[in-house]
């Protein structure tokens, strides 16, 4: 029998606080390894007028990512959260390079994804490729700010990574947690989580991948994102009647739409 990946007092942080810090790597090293080289070469091949921070749904056009999208490493650090029946929503590596990484402005994910799905329920699993120090713009939270569809106002895309912000006066900047983790680790949250980042003035890269899972209860609204978003089955089986794409296969032309489109990741 396999021990659980987490114990009943961080499934309870979780459920309470909308995040959670296991405290071991999520990957042996040589699998991690292989994760990062990969995303090593991603980033060597990217244009030069595509920001870093903006490598979304890498997974469409690139089916070796589900090595890792659907580890057993992964998948048995979501399972304790949204049950055994497990969907991939979506992932997306957030790279702020070292002198001038963009600022994540304070949101929610779940507000970016609004009309995507019923009932809204998305887990997040936050992989450091490099250090995430306070120093190089690590992920910063709201503990228990769950309410996930706050006001927005709009903000300066040139310094920050989206165009809009949780109105001021609804975070309470007094309680952020920032959360700092070592390359190899990760945090898990809740979408509904009020959560941000600093800007990267360091001479430290800052690299994460992003892994969002969702319960296959969770119905996918494809009359509105059909034509620029798919999921596909993790772990189980289906609940709600989705439709699952084919993570052996390659779909460029969606990433390509997202794009033209102007669909993001948030």
Request: proline share 12%.
């Given at each position: 029998m396999k021990t659980p990946r987490l114990n009943a007092a961080q499934i309870a942080q979780f459920k309470t606080e909308g995040y959670v810090i296991p405290t071991d790597a999520v990957f042996p090293q040589a699998k991690f390894e292989g994760l990062k080289n990969h995303f090593e070469e991603k980033l060597a091949r990217l244009p030069d007028d595509v920001r870093p921070e903006n490598?979304?749904?890498?997974?469409?056009?690139?089916?070796?990512l589900f090595e890792w999208l659907f580890a057993d490493e992964v998948l048995d650090l979501v399972e304790p959260l949204i049950g055994p029946n497990i969907a991939l929503f979506s992932s997306h590596f957030i790279c702020k390079p070292r002198g001038n990484g963009k600022r994540v402005p304070w949101h929610e994910d779940s507000y970016y994804?609004?009309?995507?799905m019923q009932p809204h329920e998305i887990c997040t699993v936050w992989l450091a490729i490099d250090p995430s120090k306070r120093e190089n713009g690590c992920m910063k939270v709201i503990p228990r700010a769950l309410g996930g569809f706050s006001e927005y106002d709009p903000v300066d895309e040139t310094k920050n990574v989206f165009g809009t912000e949780i109105k001021k006066h609804m975070v309470d900047e007094a309680r952020q947690v920032y959360l700092e983790l070592n390359q190899g680790q990760a945090s898990l949250h809740d979408s509904r989580l009020m959560h941000g980042s600093d800007p990267n003035n360091s001479n430290l890269r800052r690299c994460g991948y992003t892994m969002r899972y969702m319960p296959t209860s969770v119905k996918l609204n494809t009359d509105f994102c059909g034509e620029w978003h798919q999921?596909?089955?993790a772990r189980g089986k289906d609940i709600a009647g989705n439709k699952y794409a084919d993570h052996t296969q390659a779909y460029p032309h969606l990433a390509r739409y997202r794009e033209t489109s102007g669909r993001k990741g948030h």
């Open positions: 490598m979304d749904v890498p997974h469409f056009s690139d089916p070796k994804w609004k009309g995507m999921i596909y089955l």
